[in-house]
């Protein structure tokens, strides 16, 4: 069947084959819901265990560095810590600079990813079991190297704390 827009089939199966936004975001999508999964024994998801695992890794940052660190925007990422925040797991702290915020892992925060990070590690092990031990090192370096790319889709500058 020919797109309404006159775009041929052949066309869209070479974008369906192609298309890098559409392979990623797929996979993504497969491996968060199984990741999403483990982790609800820790009533986590795989966003708030990464946003967790971050802050207990680097310590109290702004959320400009923590939206950097996390590849994500910071509407996005202030959604989704909202609820960490609501449950007590992070706090918001003043910085050196009163104006500036920082987001910081509580204790309770740090008990929770304690417990989720067994779970991590246990679907972690799968996933690297059914798709390869190497394979998966070798997409987590290709996955990084996109990040390295230069290609910027932020039209906020995610440098500024």
């Known amino acids: 069947m020919e797109a309404q827009v006159g775009i041929s089939k052949a066309v869209l199966d070479d974008i369906n084959g192609r298309c890098n936004c ?28 990464s946003i967790l695992h971050k802050l207990t890794w680097d310590g109290p940052v702004t959320i400009g560095e ?14 989704n810590l909202k609820p960490l925040e609501r ?13 500036v915020k920082k987001v910081m892992v509580t204790a309770a925060g740090v008990s929770q990813y304690d417990m989720a990070f067994p779970l991590w590690l246990a679907v972690q092990k799968e996933f690297e079991d059914q798709f390869g031990r190497k394979r998966a090192e070798t997409l987590r ?21």
């Open 22 to 49: 559409l392979a990623a975001r797929q996979a993504s999508r497969y491996l968060t819901a199984a990741y999403d999964q483990a982790l609800s024994l820790a009533n986590l998801r795989a966003t708030q265990f």
């Open 87 to 99: 449950d007590g797991l992070i706090a918001m702290v003043p910085g050196r600079d009163r104006r």
């Open 66 to 79: 923590l939206a950097a660190a996390m590849a994500m925007d910071r509407t996005t990422l202030s959604s």
């Open 141 to 161: 370096d290709s996955l990084r190297k996109v990040l390295r790319s230069g290609f910027s889709p932020w039209a906020e500058d995610q440098t500024t704390p």
